[in-house]
Nanobody, 116 residues
Framework: QVPLVESGGGLVQPGGSLTLSCAASGSIFRISSVQGWYRQAPGKERELVAAITRGGSTNYADSVKGRFAISRDSAKNTVYLQMNSLKPEDTAVYYC?????????WGPGTQVTVSS
């Protein structure tokens, strides 16, 4: 069973919105102290987009502040990334991440393409 599975990616026009979901198996999200969304564009390094702590504190990359929102539904073991006002530079594979020492869990990723 894959520990983390992302969904919700796709093709969207500039200015559009998408909501990504990350479903966790078992108790990963209950044990990890933080969950995050990362992205990797072609030819670039993977970067942190947004993170949410067990207590609900959030952190965002400067490039997405005011446009993206991370949230968690603990009952559903799911973390979301609401993405608004999407730009072509948001095009990337988006990955869900949850560290549970000594293991770091990553999902397989979901492609987001912003293009007209």
């Amino acid at each position: 069973q894959v520990p983390l599975v992302e969904s919700g990616g796709g093709l969207v026009q500039p200015g559009g919105s998408l909501t990504l979901s990350c479903a966790a198996s078992g108790s990963i999200f209950r044990i990890s102290s933080v969950q995050g969304w990362y992205r990797q564009a072609p030819g670039k390094e993977r970067e942190l987009v947004a993170a949410i702590t067990r207590g609900g504190s959030t952190n965002y990359a400067d490039s997405v502040k005011g446009r993206f929102a991370i949230s968690r539904d603990s009952a559903k073991n799911t973390v979301y990334l609401q993405m608004n006002s999407l730009k072509p530079e948001d095009t990337a594979v988006y990955y869900c991440h949850a560290p549970v020492a000594p293991t770091t869990y990553w999902g397989p990723g979901t492609q987001v393409t912003v293009s007209s």
